[in-house]
């Protein structure tokens, strides 16, 4: 079985080579998951990194010291440490796996993925032969809400997966949905946090506390588009250590190198220092989005919280269909510009025309091409 929206994804990304082979002009893609150039010359002038590890044995998840596994958890805001286990994987995507397997080990029936959500998260279960259902925030006047208490339990779900920020949009749940959740958990519906691309200090754990009910996935340096060197963690009660540490053997195996190091950069005072840098980059960007957009009325961006990637939404009542992979193939040749539509990050049932913004791109880069690819459809 092969996966669509990746052959579709495929498509707009070969097109953009073709164009830049061809024509000697590189294409300017706004939702690309890797940062620009002048991003990466900005970080490295800032990013002190540990390379002394061993890079022959094998090293996994209990193989660190458990003060080491409790500064992660500190660090990430959890309370209750000494109640909780922190098993490290090498990616975000392994930790998605191991709790899939989870759920499907432990008996749990239906899993409610509410989007937008990574793409790998329904694909696992599909994998695992997990039984699952997608449904969506819902948006009115400029917010998002979750589901009620009573959808979920009607709808005979035991788990619900969510993502937080809200998916490719930056955007953090506020108060009234944070008290769904608690509410959620309280009624006994295990809640996993998808929160591999917040930044530090916006993480849930930080208000609802780790329990049977409340397990959460982080991955510090993927915030920051630092994407070669990570580490992920999953977050939940020290009753599961045995069984997350036999498992990931077996779904995710040793750690690497980079993974090392990135755990070690993540405990020292210099990843704070990166953090304050690449936030400093994505508020300058956030700056030039704001500029851009005010020459758009009919188009809208949340400006409120910062993040790594921001959602741009297109609400105009002019026929447009940004989605047609034509018609992105169609403005790469007249303006070099390109974009990923939302209807791939799950907001297909949310945004009728939505893209999302990388905010590690060149400012300059994304003034040009948002205004090129706003102006080609308004």
């Known amino acids: 079985m092969y996966i669509n929206e990746i052959f579709q994804i495929d498509d707009i990304l070969e ?19 890797n940062t620009a150039p002048t991003y990466q010359e900005y970080m490295l002038k800032n990013i002190i990194l540990n390379h002394e590890n061993n890079i022959f044995d094998y090293v996994y998840s209990y193989d660190f010291k458990k003060m080491t596994r409790e500064q992660i958890l500190c660090k990430v805001g959890v309370e209750n440490k ?17 709790i899939i397997n989870y759920l499907k080990l432990n008996g749990y029936h239906k899993l409610c993925i509410l989007e937008p959500a990574y793409f790998s998260v329904e694909q696992a279960c599909i994998a695992f032969g997990l039984n699952y259902q997608k449904k969506s925030l819902e948006y009115r006047e400029w917010h998002y809400s979750l589901p ?26 506020n108060d009234s949905q944070i008290n769904t959740i608690k ?22 754990c930080r208000r609802i506390p780790i329990s049977r009910n409340f397990f959460s996935i982080y991955s510090p340096h993927k915030a920051l588009f630092i ?39 993540f405990l020292s005072d210099n990843f704070d220092y990166c953090t304050q840098k690449s936030t400093k980059w994505f508020k300058n960007t956030l700056n030039v989005v704001q500029e851009v957009l005010k020459q758009f009325p009919k188009v809208y961006c949340d400006t409120n919280d910062i ?16 989605n047609d992979i034509a018609c992105i193939v169609d ?40 205004y090129n690819i706003l102006s080609n459809y308004l």
């Open 15 to 33: 097109e953009e080579k073709r164009i830049a082979r061809e024509k000697e002009i590189k294409v300017i893609n706004v939702s690309h998951w």
């Open 82 to 98: 000494k109640n909780c286990m922190c098993l490290l994987t090498p990616s975000s995507t392994i930790s998605i796996l191991n």
């Open 148 to 173: 009620s208490v009573n959808e979920i339990i009607e709808g005979n779900f035991d788990a619900i997966w969510i993502t937080s920020p809200i998916y490719s949009s930056g955007i953090k749940y």
């Open 183 to 204: 509410k959620l958990i309280n009624r006994n519906v295990l809640v996993i946090a998808d929160e591999t691309l917040s930044l530090s200090g916006q993480e849930l």
């Open 227 to 265: 994407n070669s060197i990570k580490f992920s963690a999953i977050v939940c009660p020290l009753e599961n250590d045995d069984f997350f540490e036999q498992w990931i053997d077996v779904l995710g195996g040793g750690l690497l190198s980079s993974n090392v190091t990135a755990i070690l950069h």
């Open 307 to 322: 993040g790594a990637y921001k959602l741009i939404i297109i609400n105009s009542n002019k026929k447009t269909n940004i």
């Open 331 to 370: 403005i790469m040749h007249k303006k070099y510009v390109s974009y990923i539509p939302g209807i791939y990050h799950g907001y297909n049932n949310i945004h009728t025309n939505c893209f999302r913004i990388n905010m590690s791109t060149n400012p300059n880069d994304i003034q040009i091409a948002l």
